[in-house]
């Protein structure tokens, strides 16, 4: 079984190092093969050859994703269909690290989920958990999709909210009234949590669409 790449490892660099991070890929059986291994995937003249490559390698045999940049440490793959001793040999790889760079796992479960690490030990325990979830179907999942206002699918409420929001001046309150207190009922809004400023829900509208999909 090929081990993981070391510090002074340079095949997965595409070009004889011109890309600054290494890139790799690994299989069922815990090998650890270079980026360019995807163009055995699919030619590289094909047009999207890296994401069907990509598709291919993660969803049909079941591989992950690795690269590593002196920044960051990014692991993605399909948790229903990566081999456990694919994940095995990545936990390997971390907890043999002793200052590792941001670790970023993403993982495809009924959608794509991205959470950051700074501790090995608990993107290792991320890891763990995976592997137990692997024969399990995922719950459906809401997602959101950036679309232009002018586009034929957008909703005529988007349009109403921002005229709304432009017109208060971007004023929301749900004690005293505001221009948005009419589309109070399909808004979410969210505050920055104080210490560590990540956004927490602070009004859940009866009517938008993610309280509608969970429910009360």
Not at 17 to 22: D, I, K, L
Not at 30 to 46: A, E, K, Q, T, V
Not at 117 to 138: G, H, I, N, W
Request: charged letters at 25%.
């Amino acid at each position: 079984m090929e081990g993981w790449p070391t510090s002074g490892d340079t095949s997965g660099r595409d070009g004889g190092g011109a890309v600054p991070y290494q890139e790799w890929w690994v299989d069922d059986d815990g090998n650890w093969r270079g980026g360019g291994y995807l163009s055995l995937l699919c030619p590289p003249d094909h047009q999207d050859a890296r994401h069907d490559g990509e598709c291919g390698a993660l969803f049909y045999l079941g591989m992950a994703n690795v690269v590593m940049s002196p920044h960051r440490i990014r692991v993605r793959w399909s948790v229903q269909d990566v081999h456990p001793n694919t994940l095995r040999s990545i936990n390997d790889l971390l907890e043999s690290l002793e200052a590792p760079p941001r670790i970023v796992l993403e993982y495809y479960f009924g959608g794509w989920e991205r959470r950051y690490f700074s501790s090995v030990a608990l993107a290792v325990q991320c890891l763990k958990s995976a592997m137990r979830f692997r024969d399990t179907e995922p719950m459906i999942k809401p997602f959101v999709r950036r679309m232009p206002l002018n586009h034929e699918n957008a909703l005529p409420m988007f349009r109403k909210f921002l005229e709304r929001w432009e017109l208060g001046g971007g004023r929301f309150s749900t004690t005293r009234e505001t221009t948005l207190s009419p589309v109070n009922e399909r808004l979410l809004a969210l505050t920055p949590r104080g210490g560590d400023d990540r956004l927490i829900y602070s009004h859940l509208g009866a009517q938008a669409a993610l309280t509608r999909f969970k429910g009360p």
